[in-house]
């Protein structure tokens, strides 16, 4: 089995072009209470910095920030909360770890903002601009990558949402028409997420999968995101802390179809999977 050799990504990163030739890992941090893994939450400075210094000595190239839970049914917190998580985080981060490229796990345009102002470098919305129209014009306004994510309805109704004629048609149409909306708009560093497990049947996850290459004609870099997730769980018959060989099987998978950026809780386990697939190129 071999990995499909990766095209150049070209992002706009601190106002500079940067080219990535390689998969890239990011690496999820939680500063959540209710994530659906627990081991993923951090709840003190002390323990967002030790994992964000372990995903970044294990080889991530990205950490992902998110302080609002998007698990089925999660609860619905206000914009105030959300901001109290993760600015501090964001501050604590940037202090320790300069260098590193960090993402913000939002779809709120206030929270998008204070994110940028404190030095975030991408934008990962999971709703792409539906939930809140203005985060699109922070993103445009800042110039910098965006995140654009499936999903149906809310993160608390998502999952009654889960009906498709066909599925891998109607996200290629999804985000055909996004890319086109978002590229008006002056926002041209897109990246794309199917949206595993979000409005989505377990069925529904594994078409996906099956069909993830056809994504590539979107000429927009692939991001996946299935790490120990539900419908891993269910299919495999394991414990939500024994999915990670099952995860990796699949993204063993995902990497041969074209995903060029994968988030993961297990950043050391998946960069050794990304180098142990270069060597069979």
């Given amino acids: 089995m ?24 990011m690496g999820i941090l939680n500063v959540t209470p209710d994530s659906f893994y627990d ?10 910095l030790k994992t964000a210094e372990k995903m970044l000595s294990e080889g991530a190239d990205i950490l992902d920030l998110g302080g609002y839970s998007s698990r089925p049914g999660a609860n619905d ?3 105030r909360e ?3 998580r993760i600015q501090p985080s964001i501050r604590v981060l940037r202090r320790e770890f300069p260098e590193a490229l960090i993402s ?15 030095g975030i470098d991408i ?4 709703s792409a601009g539906h939930l809140d129209v203005e985060l699109p014009k922070i993103v445009a306004e800042h110039k910098v990558p965006y995140i654009i994510m499936h999903m149906r309805g809310t993160p608390q109704t998502m999952q009654s949402m889960a009906e498709y004629e066909n599925i891998t048609q109607e996200l290629f149409y999804y985000f055909n028409e996004r890319i086109r909306t978002l590229h008006q708009m002056g926002i041209h560093d897109l990246i794309i997420d199917p949206g595993f497990g979000f409005a989505k049947t377990v069925e529904d996850n594994y078409e996906i999968i099956e069909n993830l290459e056809i994504f590539k004609k979107l000429e927009c870099p ?10 891993i769980q269910k299919k495999f018959k394991v414990s939500i802390n024994e999915t990670l060989t099952a995860t990796n099987q699949l993204h063993k998978e995902l990497l041969m179809k074209g995903a060029q950026i994968i988030r993961t809780h297990d950043v050391g386990e998946l960069k050794l999977l990304i180098e142990e697939l270069k060597t069979m190129l």
């Fill in 104 to 118: 913000l796990d939002t779809f709120r345009s206030q929270v998008a903002q204070l994110g940028l102002d404190e």
């Fill in 77 to 79: 917190i206000s914009i």
């Fill in 222 to 231: 692939i991001l996946v995101g299935i790490s120990r997730k539900s419908f």
């Fill in 2 to 25: 071999k990995i499909k050799k990766t095209t150049k990504m070209k992002m706009l990163i601190r106002d500079k072009l940067s080219e990535f030739t390689d998969n890239l890992v």
């Fill in 82 to 84: 959300e901001i109290s």
């Fill in 39 to 48: 081991k993923s939450r951090v709840s003190t400075d002390t323990e967002l």
């Fill in 123 to 126: 934008i990962n919305d999971i």
